[in-house]
């Protein structure tokens, strides 16, 4: 029986299902399948009533956030800046002086097309959540990565595809005494917003220690940003380089609160040790330096409900 020329159009209208590569694996909430079974039933409504303004969203009015959960929005490159061999900061403009208005540590996600294959990953604006007309990424690039691939083809001028914002570490000024910030490598990005918001509240008293692992002196990111923060009076930098075998070739002022080699058990109790107060610890890298840290805080006395990984 061939198909009416209505049924095509219908079957043309129905929400295609994501694949697994358009799941960032973040956690989203709605992820992308949500949207999908939310996209389908319009869908089946629409048609069970043959009526396709139904398919038509109404937006509700009065939602100026220009970043949207549920919708991908199109922003505009601003500027490419390459950090290291392998890593770029991304400044997107934002219509007027409007700011994504994220709380801190939150992800958006970008949609990225590659080889007519659709890929979704998350990522955490680095920028601080009230910056106006603009929001900044630091994004790894991975020789084989799909999204990478697209990624290094981004210029000043190009739209990019985000929608968010997701998750996020409920901070309060003062709620605890010290925070240990476990990152590793681009792992730094949900801390930034932290940071800076601590130091811009004269009323914020919390202690930071941040632990930032790097492979080399040379692929730390971000050096004038840290050195800055650096310098407020509860704020503690310390730096651990996987691939560094001796502190002497480092600038001196590295040198002191540099470690070489791996953030293994023994530096963590060091680490912990040397720490003002009792930490809260934020935790931020691949999953198997998420899984090292969470181990060896344990062995170090500190529970899983003292921590919050990213």
């Known amino acids: ?157 190009d739209v990019v595809f985000w929608r968010g914002p997701f998750g996020g570490f409920p901070y309060q000024p003062n709620k605890h005494g010290e925070l240990l910030m476990l990152a590793s490598g681009t792992g730094l990005a949900p801390m930034l917003p932290i940071l800076q918001s601590i130091t811009a509240d004269e009323e914020d008293e919390t202690f930071v220690t941040l632990v930032g692992c790097f492979p080399t002196f040379d692929k730390i990111y971000l050096k004038p940003l840290l050195r800055d923060l650096a310098r407020y009076w509860n704020i503690r930098i310390l730096y651990v380089l996987s691939q560094e075998t001796s502190l002497e070739k480092l600038p001196w002022s590295y040198q002191e609160n540099t470690y070489t080699g791996r953030l293994n058990e023994d530096l963590m109790k060091t680490v912990i040790n040397s720490c003002r107060r009792r930490p809260f610890v934020l935790i931020c890298g691949s999953s198997s330096f998420n899984e090292d840290m969470t181990r060896y805080l344990k062995v170090a006395g500190i529970e899983e409900d003292s921590c919050f990984v990213f």
């Open 1 to 157: 029986v061939a198909m009416s020329d209505d049924e095509q159009d219908w079957l043309a209208l129905r929400p295609q299902e994501p694949s697994p590569s358009q799941c960032c694996g973040g956690g989203c909430k709605p992820c992308i399948y949500d949207v999908y079974e939310k996209e389908l039933a319009q869908w089946e409504r629409a048609r069970a009533k043959q009526d396709k303004s139904l398919l038509v969203e109404k937006k509700e009015q009065g939602n100026n956030s220009v970043l949207n959960p549920d919708t991908f929005t199109a922003f505009s490159v601003s500027s490419v800046e390459q950090l290291t061999e392998d890593t770029y900061q991304y400044k997107f403009e934002l219509p007027g002086n409007s700011s994504l208005r994220l709380s801190l540590g939150q992800h958006i996600v970008l949609r990225g097309v590659v080889n007519g294959l659709e890929v979704q990953r998350a990522y955490t604006p680095i920028s601080p959540g009230n910056a106006e007309g603009y929001f900044e990424v630091l994004i790894k690039c991975y020789e084989a990565g799909l999204m990478s691939q697209y990624i290094k083809t981004w210029r000043k001028g």
